[in-house]
């Protein structure tokens, strides 16, 4: 038996579904998309609850789930908005977040998908380099290149110097 045993499906949504939904939030800087995402998350898992409750690690396998639906996602609207189908996007409304929220979503949205991807998944999720690879499907030197060009460029957006950052 694996990590969430005897866990109902509705218990584990009930439990954790706020969490994607927080994450979620973060990959697309959209209230109505992230309530999406976290809603097909919480479907996909539903149509493989048996298997998928009696892993070891299903908050993982659930991230994954709710990163690449998000990946592709972007990629479809991608295509959508270069044949003409689908509008930019909308501006958020205002007075719905504190300043700081506004402008870090604001300079999130401004790094490319999968940087964004990776930056949320390292440092809001905390996950390894070795696990959001695994998540990413890519190699523990992208996460970490990506990585380093995101931060500079959230840096450089948000007009601050990095204590952490050597001189």
């Known amino acids: 038996m694996g990590g969430q045993g005897e866990l109902s499906f509705?218990?584990?949504?009930?439990?954790?579904?706020?969490?994607?939904?927080?994450?979620?939030?973060?990959?697309?800087?959209?209230?109505?998309?992230?309530?999406?995402?976290?809603?097909?998350?919480?479907?996909?898992?539903?149509?493989?609850?048996?298997?998928?409750?009696?892993?070891?690690?299903?908050?993982?396998?659930?991230?994954?789930?709710?990163?690449?639906?998000?990946?592709?996602?972007?990629?479809?609207?991608a295509v959508a908005r270069r044949l003409g189908l689908l509008a930019s996007r909308p501006e958020s409304s205002p007075g719905e977040d504190t300043d700081l929220r506004v402008t870090l979503m604001n300079a999130l949205a401004e790094l490319p998908v999968r940087a964004r991807a990776i930056v949320v998944l390292?440092?809001?999720?905390?996950?390894?380099?070795?696990?959001?690879?695994?998540?990413?499907?890519?190699?523990?030197?992208?996460?970490?290149?990506?990585?380093?060009?995101?931060?500079a460029r959230l840096r450089e957006q948000l007009g601050e110097s990095s204590p952490y950052v050597a001189a």
Do not use: I, N, P
């Open 10 to 77: 509705e218990e584990y949504a009930a439990v954790h579904g706020r969490r994607l939904y927080r994450t979620a939030y973060l990959l697309c800087g959209d209230v109505h998309r992230a309530e999406d995402l976290a809603q097909t998350t919480l479907a996909k898992l539903f149509a493989h609850w048996r298997r998928a409750s009696r892993m070891e690690h299903l908050d993982a396998y659930a991230r994954t789930v709710l990163t690449r639906t998000f990946l592709g996602e972007q990629r479809r609207r």
């Open 122 to 151: 390292r440092y809001w999720e905390d996950l390894s380099v070795e696990t959001v690879a695994d998540l990413l499907d890519c190699s523990t030197g992208t996460v970490k290149s990506q990585c380093s060009r995101a931060l």
